[in-house]
Each structure stands twice: as C-alpha cells, then as structure tokens.
C-alpha cells in the first residue's frame, strides 16, 4: 500500500489458528501476553494499518465524536484513542451533541476528569468545526450523532472508525474495525493498548485513570462480566495492572435519583406482558432524565417469566425545541437479535437511515417527531399526542412479539 492507499480492513476479520504464544516484553517496548487463542489476539496488521494512519496524520487536530447519550464503554474507548493519538502529536477532542445524564456516566466522568465536551447543536455552526482535519466514530457509526450531518457539510473526512455495533451504514474512512461479535469497544481499545501503541504505565495518574475507565466500559458492556467472552476477561486482566480498584468502586456506588426511581416506577405501573416480552411506555420525560428509560429496561428485564423489556417514552428537550421517541431494549434470550428485532420493528426513516439498532442483549431506537413536536403545554393536547404514540409503537412491537394476535385490548389501549 502507498500512502494514499485506505487502509480500510475486513469487518469481523477471521484469524484461523488454535494456541499460541506470544513473546515477552522486548527492545521494542511492547508488553507482553499470556499464551491465548489466536481468535482472542488482535491481528498485527490491523495494528500496523491504524499505526500508518495515525502517522499519516501526525500534528493532525480531529473531532472524536461520540454518540448524543454516550455510555462508559464510548466514553472510556474515546479517550483510550485520544491517549493513543497523542503519541502521534494528534490532538483529538472528545465531543457529543446530547446529554450525559446516567448517574454513572457523570461520575465516571467527574471522578476521572475524562475530558469530553458537549457542543449544544443551537450555537454550533459548520464554521466552527473548520480546524479539524479528520473525524473519528469511536462506539457508534455516526447515526446515533446530531453533529454528523454538520461534520459531512463542513466536509471534514472521517479517519478511524472502531465500533462493536453492526455495520450500519456504507462508511469508507482511512481505518475501519467494526466487529459484532465483540462485546465491548473498550475491549478493542484495549488490544491496541496491548499490542504497544501506548505502553501504560501506573505512574503516570492519567493513565491509571484512564484503564478504571475502560474497566468499567467492558464491566458495563458486559453486564458485570457476565456475558463476558475470552477476550473480554484477558483485557479485564491486561487493565487489572493498572486500574484504581477504589476509584473505580466510587464510580459504582452511586444512587438513583428520584426522578429515575419514578419512571422506573411508571414502567411498572405501564407495563403489559406478552411471549415473555415486559412492554412499557413511561410518557414524557426530561432531556435530562433520558437515561432513566435504559434503567427502567434493565430493572423490567429482572422479572419471572420475562426474557425481554422494551421501555419508551417521549422525551423533550427545550433547548433545542425538540421532542423524539427514545426506547431501550434488554434481553436475556440469547436467539434474540436487538438490532435485527429494533430495525423489524420500526424501520427506515425517508433517507434510508434506520430508527435503531443494537448490539448483544440491548437495543435502542430514536423516532423525531417532527410536525408533531411540541405545545406539550396543552395538557388535553399532550394527552392525546402520547396516546397516539403509545398505541402505535406496541403496535409494532407487538406484531413481532405476539404476530398471531397483535391487536391491543381496550384495556392495555388505555
């Protein structure tokens, strides 16, 4: 390959092979490795295509962009890159769009000083992003990411893509990782910390910092470890060098606020059950109060005889003027697909771009409102409009989860 070449890689590369072991701490700097399956080692090609790109870029300032609501693994898994980065004189600023309201995200954050920024999409303009030379999807593929749409009109080109979700859209940057079948995107940060492009060190408090936070991405992905695979667990062990157990468990032991606990509670009080499926709208929410609709869906999926919660709800936001459906899934049934069961269920927006999508054992859709956005000041009105939704939105799902009879009752209409 020139140095123009893309250095675009197979998604969900194969590497055929049984054991095998890889040598020792060497002149080179590289850390070590344990013997492990040739399938669990990330493949040093892959390692040397982000390595040209990332010097093909070096003294570069890009755009890191994450999800609107990122998560711990996105969180953690952006600034694994940005320290990456930095080796190569590249500046790399962590931005969202959208809120960080998770109990845990804020202290993760807080506790960290993990540095992400928000840009509020009132205020941002195409001009302002004009000093990046490169974009980087870290965890998502841009579709879960209101700046997109800016960064494409300020014709920024995207440089690295790494992401565990299902290929969503036709991407071509420099370096692509997609893959699937891998649990957590800081686990694959985390191969790229063992294969040497950045050697940690529990010295240095950014770097300790830094592997407490990727400990608890692969922890979160994962559901504590316990849908964990190898791979998982020998990054968990690689991070367990260099991690503050205490930090990390003050991350932990936050609390829900009251206004989770409620909607928790109106997932309770909303829910109908059908095939083992808990199905809950919980009404209007807060921009900020967003991430309690995941937590409900964790909380439901922990009921007898219920393998799968949905819970949705319609959330406002008065800064940006905008009201959107956000639903989350859960599932405990390993034959079933979030991200196939969420695009079925809801499809494609007018631009070929799916509502939603997901990953092993959870899901999340976004539906805009549009024309139907707000006068939410209008009880009566407001009434009406969510009776609408709701209605409709088991509809869909319930054509999936109970086909042979998926009208709704009067009762569960109401």
């Known amino acids: 390959m020139n140095s123009h070449s893309v250095k675009t890689l197979e998604v969900n590369e194969v590497i055929s092979g049984s054991l095998i072991q890889n040598v020792v701490e060497s002149s080179n700097g590289y850390p070590s490795l344990e013997t492990v399956s040739t399938s669990t ?3 040093e090609q892959r390692v040397e295509a982000l390595r040209e790109v990332l010097e093909k870029h070096r003294g570069d300032r890009q755009i890191v962009l994450l999800q609107d609501f990122p998560d711990p693994d996105a969180l953690a898994s952006a600034w ?9 004189n590249i500046q790399g600023d962590i931005i969202y769009a959208g809120a960080i309201s998770h109990q845990e995200n804020i202290a993760l954050v807080k506790l960290t000083g993990l540095p992400v920024k928000r840009l509020n999409l009132q205020n941002i303009r195409e001009k302002d992003l004009q000093g990046y030379q490169g974009c980087v999807l870290i965890d998502n593929q841009g579709t879960t990411c209101q700046l997109m749409q800016l960064v494409r009109q300020a014709e920024i080109p995207i440089t690295v893509v790494i992401d565990h979700h299902t290929l969503q859209e036709d991407l071509s940057p420099e370096f692509l990782d997609i893959r699937p079948s891998t649990r957590a995107t800081a686990t694959i940060l985390t191969q790229y910390l063992q294969a040497g492009l950045l050697k940690l060190d529990s010295s240095i408090s950014e770097h300790v910092k830094c592997a407490t936070a990727l400990t608890h991405g692969i922890r979160s992905d994962t559901n504590r470890l316990m849908q964990a695979q190898e791979e998982d667990f020998l990054a968990a062990g690689y991070l367990s060098r260099y991690y503050d157990a205490q930090l990390l468990n003050a991350v932990l ?8 606990m409620d909607v928790i509670q109106r997932s309770l009080t909303n829910r109908i059950v059908k095939n083992n499926f808990s199905i809950a709208g919980v009404g209007y929410l807060r921009y900020e109060d967003r991430d309690a609709i995941p937590q409900a869906a964790d909380f439901l999926v922990t009921e007898e005889n219920v393998h799968t919660a949905l819970v949705y709800g319609i959330v406002h936001d008065e800064d940006e003027e905008l009201e959107v459906v956000i639903g989350s899934l859960r599932t405990t049934k390993l034959t079933l697909d979030p991200d196939e069961f969420i695009k079925e269920a809801f499809g494609q927006d007018s631009h070929g771009r799916f509502f939603g999508g997901g990953r092993m054992s959870a899901g999340g859709f ?6 139907l956005c707000g006068f939410t000041e209008n009880a009566e009105f407001a009434k009406r409009k969510w009776d609408i939704f709701d209605t409709q ?13 998926n009208l709704l009752s009067p009762e569960e209409k109401r």
């Not at 694994?80 to 190569?88: N, T």
């Not at 032991?253 to 989770?260: D, H, L």
């Not at 976004?366 to 024309?371: S, T």
């Open 253 to 260: 032991q936050t609390y829900r606020s009251k206004r989770v």
């Open 366 to 371: 976004e539906i805009p409102l549009g024309f």
């Open 393 to 405: 939105i088991k509809q869909k799902l319930l054509r999936l989860v109970n086909p042979k009879d």
């Open 80 to 88: 694994a890159y940005q320290l990456i980065a930095q080796q190569y």
């Open 41 to 43: 080692r990330i493949p």
